[in-house]
């Protein structure tokens, strides 16, 4: 149960980070709200500066912080509490992605077209005010299979979906946006954080379905 529930968490958080890679767009903050079906919500923060990306959540107590930096190819999750962080190079295939949802690619967003690119077809649905935004709906669907996957309320100013409900009920909402120059420290690594090895990470965890309940 708890791996499923990170799993999910961490897929709605790379949702919004995949719309969030324009160079152009402002910087800003915002809060995050998220919620899977059955369970309780995920509260937490997210902020993005030049192409640099930082999401911050707290799951059974845990703080984790994921940090993408597009221009240099590179993610960071790092674990608070245990003073470690992982590193994945973005050019590669995640290994942890076997284990879980599989995330879309990062990419530039086009506003008119946010699908481009993608392995998904879009269909705009029409404009609406969420979260005290102005946002235009879309329809994301597999070009493959034609079935219907997200709807996704995406920022008419700033390239960042204000609102995401995928096919199962899950929901991310970015809330309080505020545009603003972010800290660089924002994004770095804590000092004396100690880099935890990701594929022995993965050789070491036992086989068997990802989302099976953990103690």
């Given at each position: 149960m708890i791996r499923r529930r990170l799993s999910a968490a961490a897929f709605l958080m790379l949702v919004v980070a995949a719309l969030a890679?324009?160079?152009?767009?402002?910087?800003?903050?915002?809060?995050?709200?998220?919620?899977?079906?059955?369970?309780?919500?995920?509260?937490?923060?997210?902020?993005f500066a030049g192409g640099k990306i930082r999401t911050d959540m707290n799951t059974e107590g845990q703080e984790m912080r994921h940090i993408t930096d597009v221009n240099a190819q590179r993610a960071y999750t790092i674990m608070v509490g245990?003073?470690?962080?992982?590193?994945?190079?973005?050019?590669?295939?995640?290994p942890m992605a076997a284990r879980g949802p599989r995330t879309p690619e990062l990419r530039k967003l086009d506003l008119n077209n946010p699908c481009a690119g993608t392995e998904y077809s879009c269909k705009r649905v029409g404009a609406e005010s969420v979260n005290g935004r102005s946002t235009?709906?879309?329809?994301?669907?597999?070009?493959?299979t034609g079935k219907h996957e997200m709807f996704m309320w995406v920022d008419q100013?700033?390239?960042?979906?204000?609102r995401t409900l995928l096919?199962?009920?899950?929901?991310?909402?970015?809330?309080?946006?505020?545009?603003?120059?972010?800290?660089?420290?924002?994004?770095?690594?804590?000092?004396?954080?100690?880099?935890?090895?990701?594929?022995n990470l993965m050789r070491g965890m036992p086989a068997g379905d990802p989302d099976e309940d953990q103690d």
């Open positions: 890679v324009a160079q152009t767009s402002p910087e800003f903050s915002a809060d995050m709200q998220m919620k899977t079906k059955g369970e309780e919500a995920f509260n937490g923060k997210i902020y245990q003073n470690m962080y992982m590193e994945h190079d973005l050019k590669q295939p995640n235009v709906k879309w329809d994301f669907s597999l070009k493959q100013k700033i390239p960042m979906a204000i096919a199962d009920g899950s929901q991310i909402d970015l809330l309080n946006l505020k545009e603003g120059r972010q800290d660089p420290t924002l994004f770095q690594i804590p000092s004396g954080y100690q880099k935890l090895d990701m594929g």
